[in-house]
């Protein structure tokens, strides 16, 4: 049993979206909105290296969490009746808004490594607030969320 909750990062995701059909603070809706969207990709990596049998490192970095995603396995049909391991690395190419070419899990999960504001303490609590926007944030939750729940079940160490 894992102690990381996916119900728990779909509703964190489910608020980002709320949060973001909210018109009044829009600032500080966005803030919140990425926050919780940030927050719903954390506890969703950490629940699939924990169904991997990876030991899950207590830290928020999610450049972290995601390479040690990239650096497991999954089951994919890759034609009609194949099913094949392949690495789970796939996850970063999985584009989260399609108005955006660059906008995959992968660039997006390490935008720290790009200049933008430090998860969580400065994405909460940070003077400027530098980072992709909200609503991508929010869609990269799902689309990993997504990702996990389709591949829950095959992932390995």
């Keep these: 049993m894992s102690e990381y ?13 709320l949060i973001l059909r909210s018109d009044s603070l829009p600032e500080e809706a966005q803030r919140a909105a990425l926050y919780t969207a940030l927050v719903a990709c954390e506890i969703a990596l950490k629940y699939v290296l924990s169904e991997a049998g990876v030991s899950v490192p207590k830290t928020h970095d999610l450049s972290r969490l995601i390479g040690l995603v990239s650096n497991c396995s999954i089951e994919r049909e890759i034609s009609t009746g194949v099913i094949r ?20 899990l992968g660039k997006l999960l390490e935008a720290e490594e790009f200049g933008a504001s430090k998860f969580p303490n400065e994405i909460r609590y940070g003077h400027t607030l530098t ?5 991508v944030m929010q869609r990269a939750s799902v689309r990993l969320i997504s990702w996990v729940k389709t591949y829950v079940l095959s992932v390995q160490a």
């Design 131 to 135: 980072h992709f926007p909200a609503s």
């Design 5 to 17: 909750n996916l119900e728990f990062a779909e509703a964190m995701a489910e608020s980002s979206a």
């Design 85 to 104: 391991r392949i690495p789970a690395s796939c996850i970063r190419g999985i584009k989260a808004a399609d108005e955006y070419s660059d906008a995959t």
